[in-house]
């Protein structure tokens, strides 16, 4: 069936460094892919999306890759601040089904200053 | 602000009850959707509406039904509480084949 994992759960980085989620989906005809953040208390912000037919994309200290044939989609963050402290769920959906995001189990960022 | 709003934001409820969650979504979006988030569930879809119409279902169990209104406001009911429904109900909207905003979210309590 439709599932996608997420690692690491936990991941703790100092101010100013890259941090890295990983994530692999098992069917082979989603094509589309975002990225959300949720903080406490609110509900998931989208911060980047990829879809099938684009390798790479970046928004200033934001990027995420995607390797279709691994099935596996990652989210870099550079320059990391405080405020970027968050749980971060990536997901996985395929239109034709309309649209349904299936979520990894979600990664709790914690940036020190 | 995502631009979808969502009432009421907590709920307190005893178990054997019926509540009913409202979401309104983006201005000019068709696509409600709705997301149940536990800790030992993470977020799952439970059902989509398009224009009115229920467009996909997810693990919604039988006690739970949605409906999506002219004006293009959805409702979630959700009847003969258990305990194991206490979690975060989140509704999302889209254009079509476009990206899903989340409101803030209801906290639903059953006791």
């Known amino acids: ?113 | 602000d995502s631009g979808v709003t969502q009432t009421p934001k907590h709920l307190i409820t005893a178990t054997g009850q019926r509540v009913t969650l409202r979401c309104s979504p983006r201005s000019g979006d068709l696509s409600v959707y709705w997301y149940q988030q536990s800790l030992d569930q993470g977020l799952q879809f439970l059902i989509q509406y398009y224009n009115g119409e229920e467009r996909a279902k997810g693990n919604i169990l039988e006690r739970f039904s949605a409906q999506q209104f002219p004006d293009l406001h959805s409702e979630l009911n959700l009847s003969s509480l258990e305990l194991g429904d206490s979690a975060l109900y989140f509704c999302a909207s889209s254009s079509e084949a476009d990206t899903q905003y989340f409101g803030p979210g209801t906290r639903l309590t059953v006791l």
């Open chain 1, 1 to 113: 069936g439709e599932n996608v994992e997420q690692h690491p759960s936990t991941l703790s980085v100092q101010e100013g460094d890259s941090a890295v989620i990983k994530c692999t989906y098992s069917d082979s005809a989603s094509n589309y892919f975002p990225w959300y953040k949720q903080e406490l208390g609110k509900g998931p912000q989208l911060i980047i999306d990829i879809r099938s037919n684009v390798g790479e994309k970046k928004d200033q200290r934001i990027a995420v890759t995607l390797n279709k044939t691994a099935k596996h989609f990652s989210l870099h963050i550079t320059e990391t601040q405080p405020e970027d402290s968050a749980v971060y769920f990536c997901a996985a959906t395929f239109y034709n089904q309309g649209g349904k995001l299936i979520f990894g189990q979600g990664t709790e960022l914690s940036v020190k200053p």
